[in-house]
């Protein structure tokens, strides 16, 4: 089920070659590499790059600082994409670049990643990291980073880019690796049923036995890629014969005659060797236009496997739509192949043409003959030979096949006679059409041939074309495709036409004027972001929470999680029928049969349980099908197996037998549902109220428009990370849950409903999501459901991870529609009434569609439209469910709201900018359509938005110029047009949780999910400037000290939906009142110690509070078994004395917790080991006992003070103690317990080294020793810092007292109090006094008197009795959660936005380029305006692929055929504006709101609406003109059409004319019969 086709799993391959001794390294997709290729290569994933243990790689440092990591499933192979180039750059002969550069260019930079799929970011963040490395940047392109500040000089930028160094090799290639390979240079040829022939003879001997055995499945593999589109199933073979090794099939010869290519030869290398040499001879350029063609073919990480001959060995067997066939079909090359042992040459077209080559036929290799006038038998000096290449497909730069390709190879001469060119010859290629393979079209070449050029041959070899490439039936956009073929046709030979005449010398330029695939720089962009001071942290535009680790791949995505032992895989099986009766489900191998565990349906679910996989306040949805099933896609069974790959074999290859006798037909369009009354209800709050009156305000209109129809269709979320969930069974019932969820609480919810058991038997943990969309909020809780079910059944833990085909055959996506609307206006354009019926397909389940009526009105409302009535239809359909897809029913909204006014604007044949103007709402009419959330009139800032953009994109003025352009432009049209968004939001209530731990960092826990939004970035700084409000010392650093953890649903509860772009702002006040109440019960802590000591850091702060008594009474931590009490007495310079049981015991408390120099960590070492001898000396009978420690506290005390490294050493210098305690006592020291425990627990030492087992706890909080008794150790570390004002003597003094009253104390204390207790436990106080340190000589730096001029030490260590946990806890509790609860009154606002866009539309293509888009963003006082720049970017690309590119087709069944990346194309780096101008608008009118920032998840998705009313100006234009051309030019209403939604290529070609080229030729003819 792998395609190749994303990105997301490419990783760097290398290979060495030990005659050259050179490693080779190249970028693979690791889903299309079979694991025996890569036999002796290594391999370099994004983590082997750099990570957060080594030391990340100035990739990633760069990926993350320039923002270019939001959900982070694409990051890794984006980053290896880019590592690849940048590899391969140094190879080159370039000159060195300037430090901290490479030699990459910034077109290979921007091409790094062609191909590559981001579904979150929109491309641009990454186009900056990866043109950062370019030598050839401006650094002024560079967008906004975490690494320099606005208006900083170009030297300092460069200075703070985390430094590249060329020269810093990455070991790609291991060195024993080599040298084992050096020692065996032949290597052994044969597996159990991989082999690889070294020579010809060996593979002939091979082929010649699988002859002999009869029935022996043999497969020839080269890169292995033709399984990305034909899904082969691997296991069916027995052999594979791997062609790479074979000198002959992978040479590249260049001669005079030619170049000759071996069939193994990979495309990017076929490249280089094609451009290799160009010397401006014709041969050459046409080498060089192969080249460049070829470059078009998949993408980097697919060229550097897929092979030339596996190329053309699927083009010519399974008729694959080839663009290398084509190409080389024109130019007249040669196939060498071998049959049944014999080898023959054919020219391609007969390879072609004849029967599909027999499994055990091998390609050779490919030759391309040289051209050249000269030897093609002209001796005329005049003759010109020309070659042209084209292609139409969705995305230029690639990863997409081509609605056709062709090739066009001419002899032309001028004309003796008259002022004219003569086809001496011509070669016309066409492919990918919809044909078998690639043809010559004979009939037109022979045509042409000999023929002088003019328009009416011109026009006759067209037609003669028309009718030769001509579609198979079924083929999709048939007719564009004809067209396009013409279209080509056209733009070859038409200049001959216009030009030759005059300056033949200019053939070639002339040709580029049709080249709009021109490509070569790329992306350019200006970002505007104001950050905002006031709240400190909140508004910096920080990097990223996690976006390093994303990059270097060790972000835990669930799939990350490892499988628990025995852990099973699933695999759904769906419906193919819209509505029938499932009579049986069988899985058709028997071979499979045996090999799955289990197929779970709705059978399974156990007694108590409900057939329940979503839920909602609307309803709930089935799991699976029962007797009957009610769409096509619909869950019918989960069938579980050992492995994905098994368990989804499995699911593929099930039959399912249906029945649908005597049942009704399935409704399958809306129309259907409104003849059936299938409709799902809208709750009347849900309902939205009509604006005004429609009728009084349709009398008022001058003109009317009545019934006019719009259709819109779906769009799929295409997250990288595909549905995926990891159940599994634990005590008593309960079952954890790892779900790639938006909504984990209502997944929690529906998986108990399922199981039929408690809600507290269920918890769902979400870290997380891999790109959601709104697709992982209601989408995501069947396959979680599913997983539990049949972990529940199975008493195994199941997992699964959904193919992308199932994933979008189950999806359902966003909701299509159908809208008819009646609008009445004024002359002048301004619109009196407006009235909607919409009717919206909401599929089979209730979902969440009755909250469409209200998104949609909401966005809807955006332009005043005096009455606005409206009858909105939900229909329950029998197709897949549709849910929630980012800003659903907004962004449908929105395009209806402009696709009225574009209406209202032809007919008055009004300028459409005018008219949106005159419609904008003024605050009156704001405030009567948006009664609840139009806010103060000072928050309205959409007239200013208006205005600031028209000048900030000059506007006015690039119409002017569009208007010349397209004046002077026959065959390219621009438009450009500006589009505003007023989009309403909704706060919803939120839970946070903030608990600060003993070291003064803090854990926090909200309600939303981490999707790439940055919502755990915006709560660190939420936290941060919060907590910050105690104003001690170091809270300035606290951003550092927050850590945001993942939901886990009985952790916090009512987490509620992550969906409406307000999670992240509610989320933060959530946290907000979390701080706020800590801060309160922190003030008066601080304020004691501030009295005293003048300033308090946060740390120290902290761990005061740790110790401290409650309050009264209550004060002190009591010692359970003794009643003993530790209450506060002293401090000492800021740092707390306790004493203990009414002053029988004194400790130290920590003062100044941050860089222990190395010197102190030392002393305190030997402290610790003078401490030792102490132990054994006074308790030399120590009872065995059960320690239960409290690491929450213990290692922060060591580990900050000593290291990891100096514990190991600590516990070695305690060994010999213990086992002296061990022999005399036989039991195990409790301090040395406490000290392994400590690092044995959370290290993974060594834990049975005699000392005792050490048990890591269940929850990695607290250890157990063994023994009896019971007791808490508590060793509490003492720094007391000379503070510089000190006196020493003073402080000299202060811990004498100290440490007299312990030794007092203790002496007192130890004849009865010890006694008493030594029944139950150990009672030892052990005192470290700073005179017993050794001698100086010993060790040097212990030397007393230089320690007591810096600081002062004191170690006491107690062992506590029986303290209770309860007697361990805080005095001030330092965790609070809080449930935030909007605000009734301003729950509800308003977004403003608006963009322009500009659009180029190819007349003969229907391509579109959108050359700049400009926008504007009013996010209030943005909490992060890094992070809510991505969301503007990032929703309008996945906009644009909406209205542009997107389509999510289905059969008539209501089964989706879109389902994959071959169909389904999202925007690539290739398809987004070239300029991408974007200001976050900094506006902070909007104080109601959380720190006055506003949304931006959703509504810059509506923007993208001004790409599609931009490309329908274009076309307006090119409407206008083709009128001219059939001369009809101003009597008829071409100008009125409707753009459907997606404008892919073949819409906008039909609306611009099929046969334009046809209409034009046919009008210069006229002019010349007329003139
Ligand atoms: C994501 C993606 C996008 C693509 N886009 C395009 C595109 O836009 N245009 C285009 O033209 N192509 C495109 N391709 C196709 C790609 O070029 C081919 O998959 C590739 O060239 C096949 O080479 P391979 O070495 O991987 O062949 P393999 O997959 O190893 O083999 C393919 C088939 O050919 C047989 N075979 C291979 N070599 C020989 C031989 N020498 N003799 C006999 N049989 C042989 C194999 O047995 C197998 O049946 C795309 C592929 C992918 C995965
Ligand atoms: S960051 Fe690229 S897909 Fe999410």
Known sequence: MVTGGCGACVVLLSKYDPVRDEVENFSVSSCLTLVCSVDRCSITTSEGLGNSKDGFHPIHQRFSGFHASQCGYCTPGMCISLFSALVNAEKTPRAEPPPGFSKLTVSEAEKAIAGNLCRCTGYRPIVDACKSFAADVDMEDLGINSFWKKGESKETKISKLPFYNPSDQICTFPEFLKDEIRSSMQRNSKTSSWYNPF????????????????????????????????????????????????????????????????????????????????????????FQKIADHMEKIASGFIRNTASVGGNLVMAQRNYFPSDIATILLAVGSTVNIMTDLKHYKLTLEEFLGRSPLDYGSVLFSVHIPCWEPARNGSKKSSTKLLFETYRAAPRPLGNALAYLNAAFLAEVTPCKTSNGVIIDNIQLAFGAYGTKCAIRARKVEEFLAGKQLSVNVLSEAIKLLGAIVVPEVGTSSAAYRSSLAVGFLFEFLHPLVDAFLTKPSKIISIHKQFDIENVASLLSRKLVVESNQKYYPVGEPITKAGAAIQASGEAVFVDDISSPTNCLHGAFIYSTKPLARVKGVKIRSKALQDRVAGLISVGDIPEGGDNVGAKTMFGFEPLFADDLTRFAGQRIAFVVADTQKLADLAAESALVDYDTENLEPPILTVEEAVDRSSFFEVPPFLYPAQVGDFSKGMAEADHKILSAEIKLGSQYYFYMETQTSLAIPDEDNCMVVYSSSQCPEFAHSTIASCLGVSEHNVRVITRRVGGGFGGKAIRAMPVATACALAANKLRRPVRTYLNRKTDMVMAGGRHPMKVTYSVGFKSNGKITALHLGILINGGFSVDISPIMPRNMIGALKKYDWGALSFDIKVCKTNHSTKSAMRAPGEVQASFIAEAVLEHVASVLSMNVDSVRNRNLHTVESLKLFYEDSAGEYFEYTLPSIWDKLAKSSCLHQ?????????????????????????????????????????????????????????????????????????????????????????????????????????????????????????????????????????????????????????????????CASSGLRMTCKEEIYGAPVWVLGGGEWILGMIHGLNEIPDHVRRCLIVALRSLSRCTTRSLPTLRPCNVSLHLGMLPDCFLAYLGTKELASLIEAFSPICHSTLSTSSSSSPLFSALATTVWGNRQFDSGRGRGDYNCGDHGFSCRGHGQGGGVVVVIVVVLRVSENVPIVVWRITLWIIVGISMVVMLLMRPQSLRRIQKSTTWPLLSYLPQDLPHSREHPYLNVSSILHEMSLLLTVIHFPLMSAKA??????????????????????????????????????????????????????????????????????????????????????????????????????????????????????????VLSSKASGEPPLLLAVSVHCATRAAIKEARKQLSCWKGLEGCDDSTIFQLEVPATMPVVKELCGLDNVECYLESLLLSVATS
């Open 199 to 286: 020579s010809v003879e060996e593979l002939q001997s091979m082929l010649e036995s699988n002859l002999a055995e009869n029935g022996t499945l043999v497969k020839l593999v080269v890169g292995n890629t033709g399984t990305g589109y034909y899904k082969e199933i691997l296991d069916q073979y027995d052999k594979f014969i791997d062609l790479r090794y074979i000198p002959e099939l992978s040479v590249i010869t260049r001669d005079q005659k030619g170049i000759k290519i071996g069939a193994t030869v990979t495309i990017s290398k076929a490249i280089l060797a094609l451009k290799e040499g160009n010397n401006g001879e014709f041969h050459s350029q046409v």
């Open 958 to 1118: 690039r119409i002017e110029m569009i208007q010349q352009f397209n004046g002077s432009n026959k065959w390219q049209k621009r438009g450009i047009s500006r589009v505003p968004i007023v989009h309403e939001v909704a706060l919803r209530p939120t839970p946070g949780k903030v608990s600060i731990l003993q070291d003064g960092s803090v854990v926090v826990e909200v309600g939303g999910i981490e999707l790439g939004q940055g919502i755990w970035t915006k709560v660190k700084q939420m936290t941060a400037f919060a907590l910050s409000s105690i104003q001690c010392d170091g809270t300035e650093d606290l951003l550092e000290k927050v850590r945001v953890v993942q939901a886990d649903t009985l952790s916090l509860i009512q987490g509620g939906f992550t969906a409406g772009s307000t999670t992240s702002e509610s989320s933060c006040e959530a946290v907000r009142l979390c701080c706020n109440i800590l801060v309160e019960r922190l003030y008066p802590v601080k304020n004691k110690l501030l009295d005293k000591a003048g300033s308090v850091k946060w740390e120290s702060l902290i761990l005061q509070v740790l110790l401290m008594p409650k309050s009264g009474r209550q004060s002190g931590i009591r």
């Open 1368 to 1489: 361990h806890s805080q005095a001030v509790n330092l965790s609070t959660s809080s449930y935030y609860v909007p605000d009734f009154t301003s729950m509800h606002y308003l977004n403003y936005g608006a963009a322009v866009s500009e659009v180029e539309v190819n007349l003969v293509t229907g391509g579109t380029k959108i050359l700049q888009a400009d926008i504007i963003y009013d996010c209030g006082q943005s909490l992060n305006p890094a992070v809510d720049l991505g969301q503007v970017e990032g929703a309008f690309v996945q906009g644009l692929g909406f209205f542009m590119l997107e389509e999510y087709e289905t059969n008539s069944d209501g089964l989706v055929v879109a389902d994959g990346t071959w169909t389904y194309k999202i925007p690539t780096i290739d398809t987004i504006p070239k300029w991408f101008n974007v200001e976050v608008l900094n506006s902070g009118h909007h104080q109601k709101r």
